[in-house]
């Protein structure tokens, strides 16, 4: 399902919105500070700073509570923005996707 949901999402030219919440799942359960740390970075960089190459479409709010909270990285840093993406993704993208043929391809 996810698989053919983030096919979907590439073909319109979205796909960023489903990596990026994956991403915040995995992020969720690192245990090491560290480890923590270095997946934030990466995050940050790859879907939430301006100009990144898979930025997510988040307001300014979000962004500037994301930031702050990445002062000092926890479980919950990317909360409110996996949050919106996730009900962006949720109230446009998958009644398209449900509409799609490669939803139908899904349920055959």
Known sequence: GLASFRSFLRSEFSEENAEFWVACEDYKK????????????????????????????????????????????????????????????????LPRFVRSEFYQELIK
Do not use: C, G, W
């Open 30 to 93: 690192t245990k090491s500070p560290v480890k923590m740390a270095e997946k934030a970075k990466k995050i940050y960089e790859e879907f939430i700073q301006t100009e990144a190459p898979k930025e997510v479409n988040i307001d300014h709010f979000t962004k500037a509570v994301t930031m702050k909270n990445l002062v000092e990285p926890s479980p919950s840093s990317f909360d409110l923005a996996q949050k919106r993406i996730f009900a962006l993704m949720e109230k446009d993208s």
